[in-house]
Nanobody, 127 residues
Framework: QVQVVESGGGLVQAGESLRISCTFSKLPWVNINLGWFRRAPGKEREGVSCISWKGGTTYYGDSVKGRFTISRDNAKNELYLEMNSLKPEDSAMYFC????????????????????WGQGTQVTVSS
């Protein structure tokens, strides 16, 4: 079973930056697309960004476009999200997951295995 561990979250002030990471293990194949998701208190989990398996294609939600950068290191089975100019509304638990397709409408990202969610990493941005 695919295992996912997110890390790197923390408490920062508005305008600051943070880089979160995700480590995958037991992926059944290498050429797999990956996505970042987040869930704020009282809200549904939403897609934030995605990246194709070679890293050549990336998409972002409108609320983070221009501020967040997704990247991956396939040799290490790791996924990253560089978050700049953070806002209080970015506060959420962040998750990563393998997805079927990396597409512009990141709110519609389809997770391949619904039972592979990790514990997430908490990002809190104070105003």
């Amino acid at each position: 079973q695919v295992q996912v561990v997110e890390s790197g979250g923390g408490l920062v002030q508005a305008g600051e930056s943070l880089r979160i990471s995700c480590t995958f293990s037991k992926l059944p194949w290498v050429n797999i697309n990956l996505g970042w998701f987040r869930r704020a208190p009282g809200k549904e989990r939403e897609g934030v960004s995605c990246i194709s398996w070679k890293g050549g294609t990336t998409y972002y939600g409108d609320s983070v476009k221009g501020r967040f950068t997704i990247s991956r290191d396939n040799a290490k089975n790791e996924l990253y999200l560089e978050m700049n100019s953070l806002k209080p509304e970015d506060s959420a638990m962040y998750f990563c997951a393998p997805i079927y397709l990396c597409m512009p409408l990141v709110q519609n990202l389809g997770v391949i295995w619904g039972d592979t969610w990790g514990q997430g990493t908490q990002v809190t941005v104070s105003s």
